[in-house]
C-alpha cells in the first residue's frame, strides 16, 4: 500500500523568500507522485508530477520537485515566493499498475506575507 | 483549456435523503474518478469507473454509493441514504489513459452538507 505523509499542515513565507513544502512517501514498489494545487473555490490543479528519468521535475508557475529515492522524499520548492501561490498543496503518490487511485497526502496551507 | 465541471457547488440535505451528485468530465477522456475530502481530513479515493463499469473502490465505496454514467457527458454519484458523516467536499476527476503517469483532471468540487 502507498501512502503520503506532508509535514506542515501550514507554511507561511515571505514575498520574494523560498518555498519549501516538505512530502514522504511510502511505497513497495516506484512510484509515481504528484504536486496538486488548490487555490480557494477551485478544483485540484496539477502543479507537476514524477513518472521515470529525471528525478529533478519543473512544474507550472516556476514550482519543481526532486524525487529523491533514499529520502524516500518529494519536496516541492519555489526558489521566490508570489503573493498569488498562496494556497493548499497536496502531495500523492500512485504506486502500482492497476491500481488507478491516487493516494494524498493531508494537504500544506502555504501563506504568503507581504 | 477543457476542465471538469461539477453541479451543484453547494448542497444541503436531511440525513437519509438521497443526493446525486453530477459531473461533466473533459470530453475526451475516458476514466472518471470520485473522490472526497472530510473537512480537516485527506483527500480520500472512492471510485473509478471505465467502460461503464466500477474498474476500483475504496472500503468507502459502499452499498449507499453508485455511480453511473446516464449519457455521453455526464458522471454521477448517488448516494441513496445520506448520514452525517457523509458531509465533505466531494471531487470528480477524469483522466484520458490509465497509465501509471496519467493525469487526473479534477473538478471544483461540490460540498455537500447532511443535517
Known amino acids: 500500500a502507498q501512502s503520503v505523509t506532508q509535514l506542515g499542515s501550514h507554511v507561511s513565507v515571505s514575498e520574494g523568500a523560498l518555498v519549501l513544502l516538505r512530502c514522504n512517501y511510502s511505497?513497495?514498489?516506484?512510484?509515481?507522485l504528484f504536486w496538486y494545487v488548490q487555490y480557494p473555490n477551485q478544483g485540484l490543479q496539477l502543479l507537476l508530477k514524477?513518472?521515470?528519468?529525471?528525478?529533478l521535475v519543473k512544474g507550472i508557475n516556476g514550482f519543481e520537485a526532486e524525487f529523491k529515492k533514499s529520502e524516500t522524499s518529494f519536496h516541492l520548492t519555489k526558489p521566490s515566493a508570489h503573493m498569488s501561490d498562496a494556497a493548499e498543496y497536496f502531495c500523492?503518490?500512485?504506486?502500482?499498475?492497476?491500481?488507478?487511485?491516487?493516494?494524498f497526502g493531508t494537504g500544506t496551507r502555504l501563506t504568503i506575507i507581504p | 483549456e477543457p476542465e471538469v465541471t461539477q453541479t451543484p457547488s453547494h448542497q444541503v440535505t436531511q440525513m437519509g435523503q438521497e443526493v446525486i451528485l453530477r459531473c461533466v468530465p473533459i470530453?475526451?477522456?475516458?476514466?472518471f474518478y470520485w473522490y472526497r475530502q472530510i473537512l480537516g481530513q485527506k483527500v480520500e479515493f472512492l471510485v473509478s469507473?471505465?467502460?461503464?463499469?466500477?474498474?476500483?473502490k475504496s472500503e468507502i465505496f459502499d452499498d449507499q454509493f453508485s455511480v453511473e454514467r446516464p449519457d455521453g457527458s455526464n458522471f454521477t454519484l448517488k448516494i441513496r441514504s445520506t448520514k452525517l458523516e457523509d458531509s465533505a467536499m466531494y471531487f470528480c476527476?477524469?483522466?484520458?489513459?490509465?497509465?501509471?503517469?496519467?493525469?487526473?483532471?479534477f473538478g471544483p468540487g461540490t460540498r455537500l452538507l447532511v443535517l
Open positions: 476527476a477524469s483522466s484520458e489513459g490509465q497509465g501509471m503517469g496519467e493525469t487526473q483532471y
Open positions: 511505497s513497495s514498489v516506484p512510484p509515481y
Open positions: 514524477y513518472t521515470t528519468g529525471a528525478t
Open positions: 500523492a503518490v500512485r504506486g502500482n499498475f492497476g491500481n488507478e487511485k491516487l493516494t
Open positions: 470530453s475526451n477522456h475516458l476514466y
Open positions: 469507473f471505465y467502460n461503464n463499469e466500477i474498474s476500483e
